[in-house]
């Protein structure tokens, strides 16, 4: 876990300012897309409520989902995001990157969210610590999301 978190520290390279900088310049939209970020790929979504961006890529070998919060939102620790797709919730610990206060990310390794994105179409309810934040889009989920967690995920 402590090479996750260190390679985390990258992050920002990716998610800079709600934006992925090394995936084409351009901000997330509500459809999941897969940017290429170097050698990578990431899955990006703009994200409901307090979520600025929601992305998925492979980190030293693990699946991670990363958050960037809008400016303004709470940076305290522990935070927890629900995902309720209807016929599963998904709930993640996030963890707050090491020096960015609005970047969190949760370690996919052991979670069914990649599975569900890759299943599922339509909305799914967001909630951060309990508050609801909107639906998070579903649509594009499936092909970006296997592209950019290929490498790190088995489906």
């Known amino acids: 876990m402590k090479s996750l978190i260190v390679s985390l520290a990258l992050l920002p390279a ?39 961006t929601v992305s998925l890529m492979c980190r030293d070998g693990a699946p991670v989902i990363a958050l960037v ?38 370690d996919l390794r052991a979670s069914p969210l990649p599975k569900l994105l890759a299943s599922q179409s339509g909305k799914a309810a967001v909630a951060l610590n309990g508050t609801p934040q909107g639906d998070l889009s579903l649509q594009g989920s499936t092909q970006a999301s296997r592209t950019a967690l290929g490498a790190c995920y088995r489906y």
């Open 69 to 106: 919060l809008k400016p303004g939102q709470p940076t305290s620790q522990p935070a927890q995001l629900a995902i309720n797709f209807g016929v599963m919730r998904v709930d993640l610990p996030l963890t707050r990157s090491p020096d960015r206060g609005n970047i969190w990310y949760s």
């Open 14 to 52: 990716l998610v800079a300012a709600g934006s992925v900088h090394a995936a084409g310049n351009k901000p997330p939209t509500s459809r999941w897309e897969a940017r290429s970020a170097g050698k990578s790929s990431v899955a990006l979504v703009a994200g409901p409520g307090a979520l600025q």
